[in-house]
Structure formats: C-alpha cells, structure tokens
C-alpha cells in the first residue's frame, strides 16, 4: 500500500523555524516527483513546493526565499525547511506524490495525513 | 497569478447527477484535475488528465475539459458523495487550485 506519513508539525513564533518530514512507503520513492501543500481555513489549498527525481525544486512566490524542499532518497524520505515564518504560513501541510511531470503539469496521488503548523505568538 | 473559479456549493438529490465547475482563462488548454475531501480526511484524486479515473473510483465520476472550463461531473450522486471538490491545473509552472465546492445530497 503506497503510503505517506508526515510529522514535524507544531506551534511556533512568527519568524521561527521548523522542519517537516514525510515517510513514504509502498512505492519506489527515487522515482517520483514529490510535493508539498498545505491547506488554510480561509484560503483552501495552496502548492508549497515541489522536488524532483534529480534534486530540481520547485517554489510558488509566497515561500520561494523562505522555504527549501529536500528529499532522502535511501531514508524513502521527504522534508521541508521552513525559515521566517509568518502567520499566513498557518495551515495543515501534507506530504504528496506528483504524477505527470513538469513539462505538462502534476496532479498529486496519494496525499498523506497533513501535519499541522500553527505560526503565533 | 492564474486563478481558478468554483462555486463555493452545490446542491444535489440522491440518484441524480451532479456538475461541478471549474473556470480559469484559456483553462482548457491545459490538463485539469480534481480531488474530493470529505470531513477530517486528506484530499483524495478522482480525476486527472481532464478525464481520466484512478483506479478504485466509481464509473459514475467523469471529468471534461473545453474552453475556459472544466467540469467534474458526477451521476448517479449517492450519500457518500458528499464532500469538498477541488479543481487543479499547472499554469506557468505554478500549481494553481481552485476554492473549492461543497458537494451538499440533499
């Protein structure tokens, strides 16, 4: 069963840090482009960012600067480092798969649990 | 930036069929997908590729994509259907994501 676990999460102060993790199983985690999303009350889903199977990232402008994807690929393990936290930053982050590819656009299959990340004071 | 646009709800009766619609410029020139999330639970695919159903969902969930909008379209609605539906394309190498729709049985 493919699988997605992710942890890490927690409360923090606004220009903290922290750092996700993901463990995947049930698949051939060096093979697949994989992402992270996260998802707030008041602005649904929002891609966070992406890495590849060669190490190529991925960032939307909202965290490109702040946030830095990296993966593990004989720990089967995804990450996400997150500097300067800001509030807006608050929401559930999942851990997902991406299918397709850069050139044509990705969907995500499957997503993990979420972990999430509470930015306050 | 790229915006895709739902209808933050739409209303169906058991056993009859339920569109979903997802507006964005030029949408149809690029694939589209959906995910449905019901309470407490993560995202899950029901189509990619505009069309196209991952293993293990229902027939009665299709998908088309023309113009500037792309459509989840689901027959046959049963209870169980009820959840949040979600639309995604890749426009100018950003993943973009619609609002969302509650799908409400009723």
């Known amino acids: 069963e493919v699988q997605l676990v992710e942890s890490g999460g927690g409360l923090v102060q606004p220009g903290g840090s922290l750092r996700l993790s993901c463990a995947a199983s049930?698949?051939?985690?060096?093979?697949?482009?994989m992402h992270w999303v996260r998802q707030t009350t008041g602005k649904g889903l929002e891609w966070v960012s992406a890495?590849?199977?060669?190490?190529?990232?991925y960032y939307p402008g909202s965290v490109k600067g702040r946030f830095t994807i990296s993966r593990e690929n004989a720990k089967n393990s995804l990450y996400l480092q997150m500097n300067s936290l800001r509030a807006g930053d608050t929401a559930v982050y999942y851990c997902?798969?991406?299918?397709?590819?850069?050139?044509?656009?990705?969907?995500?299959?499957?997503w993990g649990q979420g972990t999430l990340v509470t930015v306050s004071s | 930036s790229y915006d895709l646009t739902q209808p933050p709800s739409v209303s169906v009766s058991p056993g009859q069929t339920a569109s979903i619609t997802c507006s964005g410029d030029?949408?149809?020139?690029?694939?589209a997908c959906w995910y449905q999330q019901k309470p407490g639970q993560s995202p899950v695919l029901v189509i990619y590729?505009?069309?196209k159903r991952p293993s293990g969902i229902p027939e009665r969930f299709s998908g088309s994509n023309s113009g500037n909008t792309a459509t989840l379209t689901i027959s046959g609605t049963q209870a169980m259907d009820e959840a949040d539906y979600y639309c995604?394309?890749?426009?100018?190498?950003?993943?973009?994501f619609g609002g969302g729709t509650k799908l409400t049985v009723l």
């Open positions: 997902a798969r991406g299918l397709g590819g850069y050139s044509y656009g990705w969907w995500f299959d499957p």
């Open positions: 995604q394309a890749w426009d100018s190498s950003t993943v973009v």
């Open positions: 030029t949408l149809g020139n690029n694939y």
């Open positions: 049930g698949f051939t985690f060096s093979s697949y482009d």
């Open positions: 590729q505009d069309s």
């Open positions: 890495i590849g199977t060669a190490g190529d990232t």
